[in-house]
């Protein structure tokens, strides 16, 4: 389930989003969500299956795991909690952003940039290729000893694809974006295609959503969750 450091780098500034308001007119993600991964030279893949509570004002995020077994998740700031029968199982340092920061970005409708021109990435070439626009998005200044470009595609003014570059050009991952629908007036992909090209070959990852709703009125305490003890 590792992702190499320079994955994680892109990751982590492509999602950052500057300057959140405390108060957004779509602020909470509700989802049940099935996460199927496979990696290079492995026979067996790994699936999970579960529920994703996600606020956008308090930045916390909780995983309710069904599959393989019950637990959850909780995850705020840069810590992870593992619980286990209410028991604080383990933590561990993450990301400040992490994949599931995807539901930032569609809460705060920045999913078809991708969220690119938040962190200071600018426009380049667009091309039109039958229905979809294909365009290329150039790091700022600060980033280009690190990172390259990143080539977008739009169907219906939608994000379909997003391919992203080391600055060598050499390819580092793709995202595919698939199965929209309209929650709340929001188009949300029903199913997110990861690809991550590593040295020992391709890790990916599918990720389904259903189920979902915008703006939950109630479980607040699942969302606004305490700490762990030792935490």
Request: avoid cysteine; proline fraction near 0%; hydrophobic fraction near 50%.
């Given at each position: 389930m590792s992702i190499p450091i320079r994955c994680k780098?892109?990751?982590l500034l492509v999602f950052s989003i500057n300057g959140i308001q405390a108060q957004?007119?779509?602020?909470?993600?509700?989802s049940d969500f099935s996460i199927k991964e496979k990696e290079a030279g492995k026979d067996q893949g790994r699936l999970i299956t579960g529920a994703i509570y996600y606020d956008k004002n308090l930045h916390k995020?909780?995983?309710?795991?069904r599959f393989p077994e019950p637990e959850q998740w909780l995850v705020r700031d840069t810590f992870m909690y593992r619980m286990k029968a209410d028991t604080l199982a383990s933590q561990q340092i993450v990301p400040p952003v992490g994949e599931f920061s995807i539901f930032n970005m569609i809460l705060s409708q920045q999913?078809?940039?991708?969220?690119?021109?938040?962190?200071g990435y600018t426009p380049g070439d667009v091309q039109q290729?039958?229905?979809?626009?294909?365009s290329q998005w150039l790091p700022p200044e600060q980033f280009k000893a690190y990172l390259g470009p990143v080539t977008m595609a739009q169907e219906n003014k939608r994000l379909s694809a997003a391919a992203f570059y080391d600055k060598e050009k050499k390819l580092v991952s793709k995202f595919y974006f698939q199965d929209y629908t309209m929650e709340n007036g929001l188009p949300i992909p029903g199913k997110i295609y990861?690809?991550?090209?590593r040295e020992a070959g391709e890790f990916v990852r599918v990720m389904t959503l259903k189920n979902i709703i915008i703006n939950q009125?109630?479980?607040d305490s699942t969302y606004?969750?305490?700490?762990p003890a030792g935490g």
């Open positions: 780098l892109l990751l957004t007119e779509f602020y909470r993600f509700k995020t909780v995983y309710n795991i999913l078809n940039d991708f969220g690119l021109a938040k962190v290729d039958g229905n979809q626009v294909i990861q690809i991550f090209y009125a109630d479980e606004d969750f305490v700490v």
